[in-house]
C-alpha cells in the first residue's frame, strides 16, 4: 500500500516514476535511553512576547471584537436617544477682592492680601451650603439629591429629610483658573426652571454673604456695648481717685508743684553755697582781727579810715619829732603836737577796737545765715522728697484714668464705624452676568455619547483579549509551549471538523490506500493531517543519528487528548515506510485500537500478563498495512498495575527480537500507576496534548514525574490545533490548497 499523496502524484504526473517507500534503517539491538530527560528538558529564560503575537491575536478575535464595539455603540446611541433631555443654566459672579468690606475705620483701608485661592474656595463652599440653597429649593420645590442606597440606617421620615443639610441635585460650582470669577450652573429637564434656579442661587448667596455681614457687626456692636458700661464706670473711677488725689496735695498738677520746688532747691543751694563761701571769707578776717593785725584790719570794711587815721598819725608824730628837734620837749608848740599824736592814737586805737567788732558781727551773721540757708535747704529737700513720692502714685492714677478715658472713646468710635458698616452692602461680590433660558440641552451629547462608548468598547474589547490571553493556560503554541516548559514541541496535528475531533483510520476493504479515511472536504483536512503525521514520524526517528529509537511510548496527561489516534497513525506511518512495526495497546482500562483497526480485541497483553497465552500468538497482523502489527489490550481491568510488576521491559525487549520499532498506546499518565513502569521500560516517551485544553500546569505535572523517573521525554506532540490558536499554525491552510490545486489539475 503506498500513501495517498503518492497515489496524487501518480495521478497528476502522466509518466509516473516509480518511487520506492522510504524505510528507516534500524538496527535489531534493542538502545536503551539512560540519559535523564532533566538534561534535555531545560527552563527556559523568559521571553518578551514580539508584537506580532497581539496583532495576531487581535485578528483572530477580529469578528468578536467587531460585533463588540458595534453592538456596545449602537447600545449607547439607543440609550442616549431615549435618555431626557436635559438643560443648564449658568450664571456668572465676580469677586473683587480690592473693594473695602467698610465705608469707615480700618475696613476702609483694608490692606490686599494673598489669599485669593483659600478666599474663592470658601466662596465656593459657602454656594453650595444649606442656608443659600434652602430658600431656593423651598421656593421652586427642586428635587434633592437621592440619599445613597448604601446606607446602614432605615428609611427617612420626611421631617428628617427637611431637617438634614440639602444638597441639590443638578447644581455645579467652578471657577475659571486664573480668574476671580464663580460659575454657577444648575441642570434641569426645564430650561426656565434652570435659569430661574440659578438666578435665584446666586441672590440667595448674595443675601447670605450680606447676613452674615450684618449679623457679625451687629454682634461685635452688642458685645461692644456691654463692655462699654464696664469701660464708663472704670473711667469714672479712675477719674475721682485721681481728683481726690490732687485735692489731697492742694494742687492740679503735682509735677508742676515738683518743678518749682526743685528751682528754689537750687536757689536756696546756691544762695547756702555763697553763704558758706562769705562765711568762710569773714571768718579769716575775723580771726586776722582778732589777732591783732593792723593789716587785717585795714583790709575789713572800715580799713580806709583806719588807714588815713594812721597816715594822719604817722605825720603827726613826725611833726611831733620835728617840733621836738627844733624847739624842744617844753615849748608850747611841742605840748600841741604831743596832745595831737595822743589824740589820733586814741581815735586808732577807738577804730581798730570798732573794727575788731564790726568783723566780729559780720562773722556772726554770716555764719548765722549759713546755717539758716542750710536749714532751707534741708527742708526743701524734704519737701521734694515727699512730692516725689506723691507724685509716682499721682502718675500712675492718672495714667490709668488716661487710659480708661481712650479706651472708652475708641470704643464709642468702633460702635459707630460697625453700626455704620453693618448697614453698607459692599460690591466686592456681584453678579456679573445672569442666566439666560437655553436653547439646547447638555445631556444627552448623542455623539459624544457614541463616540465614548465606541472608544470605551474598543479598550474593554482589546483589554478583554489580553486578559484572555493571559489567563488562557492551554498549550496552543510550539513557542509558548518551549518558553513556559522548557521541552520541544516534535509536531502540530491539525484538527479535522468533518470528524468531530475523532479521526480513524482506512477500514479493510477500503479502495483507497490513504492513511487516513477520506471525506467531504477531500484534500483539505486529510492531506494537513497526513504531512503532520509524517513529518512527526521524520522528527521523531531522523533527527537522532547518535540513538536509534526502537521503542516508543505514546502518552498524556488527561483522557480525550488524542494519544491513542497518534499512536495509531505514527505506527502505519513507519510501517507504510517498509519498516516492521507492532502496535501495542497498552491501556488495559479502556483499550480503543482494536476499533480503530477493525479487529477483535481477543486476550492481548492483559491475557499474557495472566499467562493465558504467548506474545507471539497474542499479536494480530494489520489488514491495513503488512509490516504492521498489532497488540490489542485484552478484556477491560481495573487493576492492571498488578498484573506488569516490573514485566514490561522483558515483555519490550522480547518484541523488540521481530520488530524494528515498537510503539506502545500507553494510559494517561495523570491518576494511573501502569504508564509509570512503560515509560522507564521504553527507549522515548512522547507526551501528547490537546492544543487548547490542556492545561500547562497538568503538562508540567508529567514531565516533572518522568524526570524524576529518569525516563527519555522525546517532546511534546500537540494535536487538534487549528489556525485561531496561534498564528504559528497559519502555514496549516496552505496543505488544503496546494492538494486542492493538485486534484483539479
Same mark, same amino acid.
Given at each position: 500500500m503506498v500513501s495517498s499523496n503518492q497515489e496524487v502524484l501518480a495521478k497528476s504526473d502522466p509518466s509516473p516514476v516509480p518511487v520506492?517507500?522510504?524505510?528507516?534503517?534500524?538496527?535489531?539491538?534493542?538502545?536503551r535511553m539512560t540519559a535523564p530527560a532533566a538534561e534535555r528538558i531545560q527552563p527556559a529564560a523568559e521571553t518578551v512576547v514580539p508584537l506580532a503575537h497581539y496583532l495576531w491575536l487581535f485578528r483572530r478575535n477580529g469578528l468578536r471584537i467587531a460585533l463588540w464595539v458595534i453592538g456596545a455603540t449602537l447600545a449607547a446611541l439607543a440609550v442616549s436617544m431615549q435618555m431626557t433631555p436635559v438643560y443648564e443654566a449658568t450664571v456668572t459672579i465676580d469677586v473683587d477682592r480690592q473693594t473695602p468690606t467698610g465705608v469707615i475705620g480700618q475696613e476702609s483701608n483694608r490692606a490686599l492680601t494673598n489669599d485669593s485661592d483659600q478666599f474663592l474656595a470658601t466662596q465656593v463652599k459657602m454656594l453650595q451650603s444649606d442656608s443659600v440653597l434652602r430658600p431656593v429649593v423651598e421656593r421652586f420645590h427642586l428635587p434633592l439629591r437621592k440619599p445613597s442606597r448604601f446606607r446602614l440606617v432605615g428609611k427617612y421620615t420626611q421631617e428628617q429629610q427637611n431637617a438634614a443639610p440639602m444638597a441639590l441635585e443638578g447644581?455645579?460650582?467652578?471657577?475659571?483658573?486664573?480668574?476671580?470669577?464663580?460659575?454657577?450652573?444648575?441642570?434641569?429637564?426645564?430650561?426656565?426652571?434652570?435659569?430661574?434656579?440659578?438666578?435665584?442661587?446666586?441672590?440667595?448667596?448674595?443675601?447670605?454673604?450680606?447676613?452674615?455681614?450684618?449679623?457679625?457687626?451687629?454682634?461685635?456692636?452688642?458685645?461692644?456695648?456691654?463692655?462699654?458700661?464696664?469701660?464708663?464706670?472704670?473711667?469714672?473711677?479712675?477719674?475721682?481717685a485721681l481728683a481726690k488725689f490732687e485735692r489731697d496735695l492742694n494742687v492740679i498738677n503735682p509735677e508742676d508743684k515738683t518743678n518749682i520746688i526743685s528751682a528754689r532747691l537750687l536757689q536756696i543751694n546756691q544762695e547756702f553755697t555763697a553763704a558758706q563761701a562769705d562765711r568762710v571769707k569773714k571768718e579769716a578776717a575775723w580771726r586776722s582781727v582778732e589777732g591783732g593785725s593792723t593789716a587785717a584790719a585795714q583790709v575789713s570794711s572800715q580799713g580806709e579810715t583806719m588807714r588815713k587815721l594812721d597816715e594822719r598819725l604817722s605825720e603827726a608824730r613826725q611833726k611831733l619829732s620835728e617840733v621836738q628837734a627844733h624847739y624842744g620837749a617844753n615849748h608850747p608848740e611841742h605840748r600841741r603836737s604831743q596832745a595831737q599824736v595822743t589824740e589820733l592814737e586814741r581815735q586808732l586805737s577807738l577804730l581798730n577796737t570798732n573794727i575788731q567788732q564790726g568783723v566780729n558781727v559780720e562773722y556772726e551773721q554770716a555764719l548765722n545765715r549759713e546755717r539758716m540757708l542750710g536749714r532751707q535747704v534741708q527742708d526743701a529737700k524734704t519737701e521734694l522728697d515727699q512730692l516725689n513720692s506723691r507724685s509716682f502714685d499721682y502718675l500712675n492714677l492718672r495714667r490709668e484714668a488716661e487710659a480708661d478715658k481712650k479706651l472708652y472713646e475708641e470704643?464709642?468710635?468702633?460702635?459707630?464705624?460697625?453700626?455704620?458698616?453693618?448697614?453698607?452692602?459692599?460690591?466686592?461680590? $456681584?453678579? !456679573?452676568? %445672569?442666566?439666560?433660558?437655553?436653547?439646547?440641552?447638555?445631556?444627552?451629547? #448623542?455623539?459624544?455619547?457614541?463616540?465614548? +462608548?465606541?472608544?470605551?468598547?474598543?479598550?474593554i474589547a482589546f483589554v478583554g483579549a489580553l486578559a484572555f490571553d493571559a489567563l488562557d493556560n492551554t498549550l496552543r503554541d510550539p513557542e509558548q509551549v518551549k518558553n513556559s516548559l522548557g521541552i520541544e514541541v516534535l509536531g502540530s496535528l491539525p484538527e479535522v471538523k468533518s470528524w468531530r475531533h475523532a479521526i480513524g483510520l482506512a477500514k479493510v476493504g477500503d479502495a483507497t490506500d490513504a492513511l487516513v479515511k477520506s471525506s467531504v472536504d477531500g484534500y483539505k483536512t486529510l492531506g494537513g493531517y497526513e504531512?503532520?503525521?509524517?513529518?512527526? $514520524?521524520? !522528527?521523531? %526517528?531522523?533527527?537522532?543519528?547518535?540513538?536509534?529509537?526502537?521503542?516508543? #511510548?505514546?502518552?498524556?496527561?488527561?483522557? +480525550?487528548?488524542g494519544k491513542s489516534t497518534v499512536a495509531a497513525h505514527l505506527a502505519l506511518t513507519h510501517a507504510l515506510q517498509g519498516s516492521k512495526t507492532l502496535l501495542i495497546d497498552g491501556d488495559m482500562r479502556k483499550p480503543s485500537v482494536h476499533r480503530r483497526f477493525g479487529i477483535e480485541n481477543n486476550l492481548g497483553l492483559g491475557g499474557y500478563l495472566q499467562g493465558k497465552g504467548e506474545l507471539s500468538d497474542l499479536i494480530q497482523p494489520s489488514m491495513a498495512c503488512g509490516n504492521l502489527s498489532i497488540l490489542t489490550a485484552g478484556s477491560p481491568t481495573r487493576r492492571p498495575d498488578d498484573w506488569l510488576q516490573g514485566r514490561m521491559d522483558k515483555i519490550v525487549e522480547e518484541l523488540l527480537e521481530d520488530y524494528q520499532l515498537v510503539i506502545l498506546d500507553a494510559p494517561p499518565l495523570l491518576g494511573f500507576a501502569e504508564p509509570l513502569e512503560m515509560a522507564i521500560s521504553v527507549?522515548?516517551?512522547?507526551?501528547?496534548?490537546?492544543?487548547?485544553?490542556?492545561?500547562?500546569?497538568?503538562?508540567?505535572?508529567?514531565?516533572?514525574?518522568?524526570?524524576?523517573?529518569?525516563?527519555?521525554?522525546?517532546?511534546?506532540?500537540?494535536?487538534?490545533?487549528?489556525?485561531?490558536?496561534?498564528?504559528?499554525y497559519s502555514y496549516f491552510g496552505y496543505y488544503g490548497k496546494y492538494y486542492a490545486d493538485k486534484e483539479r489539475t
Amino acid at each position: 500500500m503506498v500513501s495517498s499523496n503518492q497515489e496524487v502524484l501518480a495521478k497528476s504526473d502522466p509518466s509516473p516514476v516509480p518511487v520506492k517507500p522510504r524505510a528507516l534503517e534500524l538496527t535489531m539491538d534493542a538502545v536503551r535511553m539512560t540519559a535523564p530527560a532533566a538534561e534535555r528538558i531545560q527552563p527556559a529564560a523568559e521571553t518578551v512576547v514580539p508584537l506580532a503575537h497581539y496583532l495576531w491575536l487581535f485578528r483572530r478575535n477580529g469578528l468578536r471584537i467587531a460585533l463588540w464595539v458595534i453592538g456596545a455603540t449602537l447600545a449607547a446611541l439607543a440609550v442616549s436617544m431615549q435618555m431626557t433631555p436635559v438643560y443648564e443654566a449658568t450664571v456668572t459672579i465676580d469677586v473683587d477682592r480690592q473693594t473695602p468690606t467698610g465705608v469707615i475705620g480700618q475696613e476702609s483701608n483694608r490692606a490686599l492680601t494673598n489669599d485669593s485661592d483659600q478666599f474663592l474656595a470658601t466662596q465656593v463652599k459657602m454656594l453650595q451650603s444649606d442656608s443659600v440653597l434652602r430658600p431656593v429649593v423651598e421656593r421652586f420645590h427642586l428635587p434633592l439629591r437621592k440619599p445613597s442606597r448604601f446606607r446602614l440606617v432605615g428609611k427617612y421620615t420626611q421631617e428628617q429629610q427637611n431637617a438634614a443639610p440639602m444638597a441639590l441635585e443638578g447644581l455645579k460650582v467652578s471657577r475659571p483658573p486664573n480668574t476671580y470669577l464663580m460659575l454657577v450652573s444648575y441642570r434641569s429637564t426645564d430650561p426656565k426652571l434652570a435659569s430661574e434656579t440659578v438666578n435665584a442661587i446666586a441672590h440667595s448667596y448674595l443675601d447670605h454673604t450680606y447676613n452674615i455681614r450684618f449679623q457679625s457687626s451687629a454682634g461685635l456692636s452688642r458685645f461692644m456695648e456691654k463692655q462699654l458700661e464696664e469701660l464708663r464706670a472704670k473711667m469714672e473711677s479712675s477719674s475721682s481717685a485721681l481728683a481726690k488725689f490732687e485735692r489731697d496735695l492742694n494742687v492740679i498738677n503735682p509735677e508742676d508743684k515738683t518743678n518749682i520746688i526743685s528751682a528754689r532747691l537750687l536757689q536756696i543751694n546756691q544762695e547756702f553755697t555763697a553763704a558758706q563761701a562769705d562765711r568762710v571769707k569773714k571768718e579769716a578776717a575775723w580771726r586776722s582781727v582778732e589777732g591783732g593785725s593792723t593789716a587785717a584790719a585795714q583790709v575789713s570794711s572800715q580799713g580806709e579810715t583806719m588807714r588815713k587815721l594812721d597816715e594822719r598819725l604817722s605825720e603827726a608824730r613826725q611833726k611831733l619829732s620835728e617840733v621836738q628837734a627844733h624847739y624842744g620837749a617844753n615849748h608850747p608848740e611841742h605840748r600841741r603836737s604831743q596832745a595831737q599824736v595822743t589824740e589820733l592814737e586814741r581815735q586808732l586805737s577807738l577804730l581798730n577796737t570798732n573794727i575788731q567788732q564790726g568783723v566780729n558781727v559780720e562773722y556772726e551773721q554770716a555764719l548765722n545765715r549759713e546755717r539758716m540757708l542750710g536749714r532751707q535747704v534741708q527742708d526743701a529737700k524734704t519737701e521734694l522728697d515727699q512730692l516725689n513720692s506723691r507724685s509716682f502714685d499721682y502718675l500712675n492714677l492718672r495714667r490709668e484714668a488716661e487710659a480708661d478715658k481712650k479706651l472708652y472713646e475708641e470704643l464709642v468710635r468702633k460702635i459707630k464705624e460697625a453700626g455704620i458698616n453693618s448697614s453698607f452692602q459692599n460690591s466686592a461680590i $456681584r453678579i !456679573a452676568d %445672569l442666566a439666560r433660558t437655553p436653547l439646547e440641552p447638555v445631556s444627552p451629547n #448623542l455623539l459624544l455619547n457614541t463616540l465614548l +462608548a465606541f472608544i470605551i468598547s474598543i479598550v474593554i474589547a482589546f483589554v478583554g483579549a489580553l486578559a484572555f490571553d493571559a489567563l488562557d493556560n492551554t498549550l496552543r503554541d510550539p513557542e509558548q509551549v518551549k518558553n513556559s516548559l522548557g521541552i520541544e514541541v516534535l509536531g502540530s496535528l491539525p484538527e479535522v471538523k468533518s470528524w468531530r475531533h475523532a479521526i480513524g483510520l482506512a477500514k479493510v476493504g477500503d479502495a483507497t490506500d490513504a492513511l487516513v479515511k477520506s471525506s467531504v472536504d477531500g484534500y483539505k483536512t486529510l492531506g494537513g493531517y497526513e504531512e503532520a503525521i509524517r513529518t512527526l $514520524r521524520n !522528527a521523531i %526517528l531522523l533527527t537522532n543519528f547518535d540513538r536509534n529509537f526502537r521503542s516508543l #511510548l505514546v502518552t498524556s496527561a488527561q483522557p +480525550a487528548e488524542g494519544k491513542s489516534t497518534v499512536a495509531a497513525h505514527l505506527a502505519l506511518t513507519h510501517a507504510l515506510q517498509g519498516s516492521k512495526t507492532l502496535l501495542i495497546d497498552g491501556d488495559m482500562r479502556k483499550p480503543s485500537v482494536h476499533r480503530r483497526f477493525g479487529i477483535e480485541n481477543n486476550l492481548g497483553l492483559g491475557g499474557y500478563l495472566q499467562g493465558k497465552g504467548e506474545l507471539s500468538d497474542l499479536i494480530q497482523p494489520s489488514m491495513a498495512c503488512g509490516n504492521l502489527s498489532i497488540l490489542t489490550a485484552g478484556s477491560p481491568t481495573r487493576r492492571p498495575d498488578d498484573w506488569l510488576q516490573g514485566r514490561m521491559d522483558k515483555i519490550v525487549e522480547e518484541l523488540l527480537e521481530d520488530y524494528q520499532l515498537v510503539i506502545l498506546d500507553a494510559p494517561p499518565l495523570l491518576g494511573f500507576a501502569e504508564p509509570l513502569e512503560m515509560a522507564i521500560s521504553v527507549d522515548g516517551v512522547i507526551v501528547v496534548a490537546r492544543a487548547g485544553s490542556t492545561s500547562r500546569k497538568q503538562v508540567a505535572s508529567v514531565l516533572e514525574m518522568l524526570t524524576r523517573l529518569r525516563a527519555n521525554v522525546l517532546g511534546l506532540v500537540l494535536n487538534q490545533v487549528n489556525k485561531s490558536m496561534s498564528d504559528s499554525y497559519s502555514y496549516f491552510g496552505y496543505y488544503g490548497k496546494y492538494y486542492a490545486d493538485k486534484e483539479r489539475t
